[in-house]
């Protein structure tokens, strides 16, 4: 009886093997498929299979999926993206998946996919092996694509402005902000092409982290007006562009015409009040000024119940009171870079006016031409014709000129600059010269050398009281 058991229990055994080698190897399947996205804007997507997400350069996309097996077989996961980016792992059910830091234009998509099998064919040493293994395998796959995109930098900037004349420099600023943290890249250039501008730049830094955070553009302006600049912005990729107006205006109206009242310290230590015309006579503002010679000049400033200024006097409103060497709010040697002066400085070398035929500028054409005090065209322009009366009380008639020569900066021609022209016949001799028979009369006692020195008619003047 015990064999016969036995013998059934084998046939039994060898039928239920015989079944079970004759029966299907199931698939794997897929109970679940999760991707979330780290969207570009830092939220977190949770796409399906066969969607689509958009990630930055660089960006995570977290990978999770599970699948069960009927047969029981331990199942195998396997993720690729077909070269394209980088896994945590990609042998794990629940992984992440790195975008590229680099794609080729502002945006690329990319397909990733999971093989869920349930054998490890890629384990099997020998080729017959491993064909047999994929024969018998069944695998699940699942995919869904990525985009990946390069976010353009987001520019920052005052699209007009209005900067002084009187500054020595006009500075606007830019500031940018890259989404994807590309190092950004800055260039300034200039829209409008006259006058012709010499562009500077540097970089804005964080005064903490020393992070860059902008641009400063500065430039001279040559002339007041409108000026046209361009700022482009740049991570390598996406160039972003802005156009900024920048006004250049007076800060203060020139005046018509006035006279500025001064004080100078003698060398006694005693204080002076004077009056100086603002410009050079007629002393209006857009006129071009009169040249005379030293007895017109005169008589001029009588005839408006005015003299002509003192050497001193002329040398103290043009250095001002911080003794500038040029009468200009704007220093020559921050300015030799400059192709010309334009409107800039004084009506010297390199000046707009010394291009036109007889480069004599109009008064008030060149508002930095003062030293701070309201009194204009001291430096450059014309020389000008001066009166003083000695200790003697005997009136000495000079001119004084204050010229820049860039070529010879240490020429002598400052605002210390004074020729004097001394009359010994007439020494002694008193004379009104606010009255206009004095000056006649003065006139009249002249030897033709004598009067020879001051009938020079390419000389200008301004009046004093």
């Given amino acids: 009886m015990i064999r016969i058991a036995f013998l059934a229990f084998l046939l039994l055994f060898s039928a239920c093997s015989l079944v079970h080698k004759d029966l299907p190897n199931e698939p794997p399947v897929i109970e679940l498929a999760r991707f979330v996205c780290i969207t570009t804007d830092g939220q ?6 066969g969607e689509t997400c958009q990630v930055s350069r660089g960006g995570e996309v977290e990978l999770n999926t599970f699948a069960s097996d009927e047969d029981d077989d331990p199942l195998f996961y396997r993720w690729s993206s077909f070269g394209a980016g980088s896994f945590r792992d990609s042998l794990a059910a629940q992984t992440s998946w790195f975008a590229p830091p680099n794609i080729e234009s502002s945006s690329e998509t990319f397909s990733i996919q999971a093989s869920i099998s349930d054998r490890d064919c890629d384990s099997v040493q020998l080729e017959e092996d491993r064909q047999r293994c994929l024969s018998d395998a069944s695998t699940q796959r699942i995919s869904f694509t990525v985009t990946v995109v390069q976010r353009a930098p987001v520019l920052s900037v005052v699209q007009d402005t209005t900067v002084f004349f009187e500054a020595p420099q006009a500075e606007i600023e830019a ?68 156009e900024i107006s920048i006004q250049v205006v007076n800060q203060t109206p020139l005046p018509a015409s006035s006279m500025v009242a001064l004080e100078l310290t003698t060398s006694e230590g005693s204080t002076h009040a004077f009056e100086i015309d603002a410009y050079e006579y007629p002393n209006r503002l857009g006129e071009k000024p009169l040249l005379a010679t030293w007895f017109d000049a005169a008589t001029l400033c009588a005839a408006e119940g005015k003299r ?54 109009e008064s008030g054409s060149y508002s930095n031409c003062q030293s701070g005090n309201g009194v204009y065209d001291l430096t450059g322009n014309l020389r000008e014709w001066t009166g003083e009366v000695d200790t003697f009380g005997d009136w000495l008639a000079g001119s004084s000129l204050s010229n820049v020569t860039l070529d010879e900066p240490d020429s002598g021609a400052t605002c210390a600059s004074i020729e004097r022209f001394e009359f010994t016949p007439l020494q002694g001799t008193r ?3 606010s009255d206009a028979a004095s000056i006649q009369q003065f006139l009249s006692e002249l030897s033709a050398d004598q009067r020879q020195q001051l009938d020079q008619p390419l000389t200008g003047f301004r009046c004093c009281r």
Avoid at 44 to 49: A, E, P
Avoid at 340 to 356: E, I, P
């Fill in 44 to 49: 977190r997507d949770t796409v399906s299979v």
């Fill in 431 to 433: 004379f009104d010269f």
């Fill in 308 to 361: 002509l200024c003192e050497p001193a006097e002329w040398k103290h409103a043009c250095a001002g009171d911080n003794a500038l060497q040029y009468s200009s709010t704007d220093a020559v040697t921050g300015l030799e870079a400059l192709a010309d002066f334009g409107l800039r400085f004084c009506n010297t070398a390199r000046s707009y006016h010394s291009t036109v035929e007889d480069g004599i500028a």
């Fill in 175 to 242: 500031f940018a902000a890259d989404p994807d943290n590309d190092a950004l890249t800055y260039d300034w250039q200039q829209l409008d092409q006259q006058p012709t501008l010499s562009i500077t730049s540097e970089s804005i830094l964080d005064d903490q982290t020393g992070v860059p955070l902008g641009s400063r553009a500065s430039f001279i302006p040559t002339a007041p007006g409108l000026y046209q600049l361009q700022v482009t912005v740049s991570d390598g990729d996406a160039v972003i562009e802005s």
